[in-house]
């Protein structure tokens, strides 16, 4: 799940009204709700069936309704819950019931530290709206809060998203025809020609002998679900293209009809900066930049592999030890360099983080200094020599 880092969240006044504060604990059979009221130090927690909104809010309302006689003003009601498997419709539904709603990633929130720990959906419960209160109080790196996205947006990005799913299986499909081909002493047929079946029908072992017929009838099967696939795929990057038009066409200051001009960023590239990226809000250039958006970034765009990395590596051309002026032209270019202000944030410029490699670079150099003046040997020799004259020096000091 990704998160977002989510607004400062403003501490609490006196001229507030009073909050009831709720966390929600969800399964796929029960959800535990834990109130805890503004005038009571207790929680109260409560079990309702999965999907059964009616009986939470009337909890909510009777907690409300139990807390404003005992206050006698009225009383805010803020909820809390972990993203997960039921998404973000709850969120949507709390809202349009007038309830303050937080998503919190739930690796963000502190847990104790020993081995074993008590564990549970109360425990949960309660640890949730702790952190929730310290949030509220304007506590930093409390958690990180996610940032929901609407509804169109969720559903626009399923293109994108399903995209990378079909990409995988035409990867895997692809390779376990390789694989099997391989073990029968079988190589460099591609899959992905159009003469796929013409080349299938024409392969032969090493000595000559047909492939067996089962093998056969599976590599078949496998084509059959490879070109299914295929079929798909097209079809969604058809559908993506056709949504990125319709977009900037509709809207020339958008995000992206702006990504759309910009040179070196294809239609999938762009759909995932537009849909998973700028959507959110950033409030400083090191939150675009940040590892967990960028390598999930990467990771999303294919291109965050092993190789590469090693390759940017050795060339100087990670976003922390960019040189000033150069360029990075590649698809992993999240740093650009001039992105239009409308995206509401400046990205990462190239040359960022050149305090560490001017540290390195210092640290290099001393070291060559250090071999370049005497020598490792030399360096070793001076080093026994003093440690030969201090126990040499030891026996006198005792003696005297």
Aim: proline share 6%; with cysteine; glycine share 8%.
């Amino acid at each position: 799940m990704r998160t977002d880092i989510s607004p400062t969240a403003q501490p609490a006044t006196v001229a507030q009204p009073a909050t009831l504060l709720v966390s929600l604990e969800l399964s796929q059979k029960e959800w535990v709700v834990t109130v805890l009221p503004p005038d009571a130090a207790k929680m109260s927690r409560h079990k309702v069936q999965a999907g059964d909104t009616a009986r939470l809010l009337n909890v909510l309302h009777t907690h409300r309704a139990r807390t404003e006689r005992r206050s006698g003003g009225p009383v805010g009601i803020v909820s809390i819950y972990e993203a997960g498997l039921d998404g973000f419709w709850l969120h949507h539904w709390l809202v349009a019931q007038s309830i303050e709603s937080h998503v919190v990633d739930a690796a963000s929130i502190a847990a104790p530290r020993r081995k074993q720990r008590a564990k549970s959906d109360g425990i949960d419960g309660e640890t949730l709206v702790r952190t929730l209160a310290a949030w509220r109080r304007g506590e930093p790196r409390v958690c990180a809060m996610v940032a929901p996205p609407t509804p169109a947006e969720e559903d626009r990005r399923r293109l994108s998203r399903e995209r990378d799913k079909l990409m995988r299986e035409r990867i895997a499909l692809s390779n376990g025809i390789g694989g099997r081909l391989a073990g029968q002493g079988v190589r460099g047929y591609k899959p992905l020609r159009k003469d796929r079946w013409q080349a299938l029908e024409a392969l032969r072992r090493p000595d000559g002998s047909e492939l067996p017929p089962h093998l056969m009838a599976e590599l078949r099967h496998m084509l059959q679900r490879l070109e299914l696939v295929m079929q798909q795929l097209k079809a969604v990057e058809k559908a993506r293209d056709a949504m990125l038009l319709a977009e900037a066409a509709a809207d020339s200051g958008s995000v992206a009809a702006l990504l759309l001009r910009l040179r070196g960023l294809g239609p999938q590239f762009t759909a995932l900066l537009w849909l998973e990226c700028f959507y959110r809000t950033f409030a400083n250039r090191r939150q675009v930049g940040a590892p967990r958006l960028r390598r999930g970034m990467l990771w999303r765009a294919g291109a965050d592999t092993l190789a590469q990395r090693r390759h940017q590596a050795r060339a100087g051309h990670q976003c922390r030890r960019q040189p000033a002026g150069a360029q990075d032209h590649d698809r992993t270019g999240l740093d650009l360099a001039a992105l239009p202000a409308q995206l509401g944030a400046q990205p990462v410029v190239p040359g960022q983080g050149q305090g560490r490699q001017r540290a390195r670079q210092a640290g290099a150099d001393r070291c060559a200094r250090t071999q370049a003046a005497g020598g490792a040997v030399a360096l070793c020799q001076r080093r026994r020599a003093a440690r030969g004259r201090g126990a040499e020096a030891r026996p006198l000091s005792r003696a005297g």
